[in-house]
C-alpha cells in the first residue's frame, strides 16, 4: 500500500520560512518523479513545483519561482519544499503527489497523493 505522508506546515509571518517533508512508502521511491501542489479555501489545486526522480532537474510555478526550492533525499524516500519569502497568498492546504511523468504540472499525472499540511501565513 503506498502512503504519502506530509510534516512541516504551520503558522508563520510573512517574510518567514518554512520546509515541508513528504515521506513515500510501500513503493521504491526513486522509481516517482514528485511534485508539490497547493489548495486555498475555495480555490483549485494548484502546481507549486517538480521534481524528477534523479533530482537533477526541478520546475516551478511562477508565483514561487526564486522563493521556493524543492529536492529530494533517495536514500530517505523524501522529498522536501523548502519555502523562504513566505506570502499571506502563500496560505494553503500543500500536499504531495508522487507520478511518473517528470515535472508535470498536471494532477492527473500523479498517481499517489499525501493528506496534506496546513500552511498559514500571516500579514
Known amino acids: 500500500q503506498v502512503q504519502l505522508v506530509e510534516s512541516g506546515g504551520g503558522l508563520v509571518q510573512a517574510g518567514g520560512s518554512l520546509r515541508l517533508s513528504c515521506v513515500l512508502s510501500?513503493?521504491?521511491?526513486?522509481?516517482?518523479?514528485m511534485g508539490w501542489f497547493r489548495q486555498a479555501p475555495g480555490k483549485e489545486r494548484e502546481f507549486v513545483a517538480a521534481?524528477?526522480?534523479?533530482?537533477?532537474?526541478?520546475y516551478y510555478a511562477d508565483s514561487v519561482k526564486g522563493r521556493f526550492t524543492i529536492s529530494r533525499d533517495n536514500a530517505k524516500n523524501t522529498v522536501y519544499l523548502q519555502m523562504n519569502s513566505l506570502k499571506p497568498e502563500d496560505t494553503a492546504v500543500y500536499y504531495c503527489?508522487?507520478?511518473?511523468?517528470?515535472?508535470?504540472?498536471?494532477?492527473?499525472?500523479?498517481?499517489?497523493w499525501g493528506q496534506g499540511t496546513q500552511v498559514t501565513v500571516s500579514s
Open positions: 503527489a508522487a507520478g511518473v511523468v517528470a515535472g508535470s504540472a498536471q494532477k492527473y499525472e500523479y498517481s499517489y
Open positions: 510501500g513503493r521504491t521511491f526513486n522509481n516517482y518523479a
Open positions: 521534481i524528477n526522480r534523479s533530482g537533477g532537474s526541478t
